[in-house]
């Protein structure tokens, strides 16, 4: 059951290496909240040594089964929206988009191409809230040490 969305766009960049055997290469590098006026594909900028443009419609969202991976990550030194996007028509396109760290590992470990990107302020502050209102610590087990 989904206990919270938020429409996101994500600006992938395209990289012209300097080394004549090397070919694009494709990241994730910035994400954005998107008030729902944001066309699906916009160029930000073109030169000769890359492109960036910003992609709409993909949507952050929270489930309960995964409150330790939002927890785990939004105390990270830095937390990230973890991208899983995929070749399409010549250019890198987001598929999916999470803040669980356990999610962001399952796109890293699943060979397909994922970018962790720094999370923006505003994400933090609408995860923060999400996690305050829905997160509850594991109990420890064992014996207490201390």
Do not use: C
């Not at 899983?84 to 962001?104: I, T």
């Amino acid at each position: 059951m989904k206990l919270g969305s938020m429409p996101i766009a994500v600006i992938m960049q395209r990289r012209t290496p300097r080394h004549r055997w090397a070919g694009e290469a494709w990241a994730a590098v910035g994400i954005v909240r998107d008030s729902g006026s944001l066309p699906p594909l916009r160029m930000l900028s073109q030169s000769p040594e890359g492109d960036d443009y910003l992609v709409s419609g993909l949507e952050l969202e929270l489930y309960p089964d995964e409150n330790e991976g939002y927890y785990e990550n939004f105390m990270a030194p830095e937390a990230k929206v973890f991208v899983l996007w995929r070749m399409q028509d010549g250019r890198a396109m987001p598929v999916r988009a999470s803040v669980s760290y356990v999610e962001g590992t399952r796109m890293f470990d699943s060979g397909e191409n994922a970018d962790g990107v720094a999370m923006p302020p505003e994400v933090q502050a609408w995860l923060r809230a999400y996690l305050h209102a829905h997160y509850q610590p594991k109990p420890k087990r064992g014996r207490q040490h201390g």
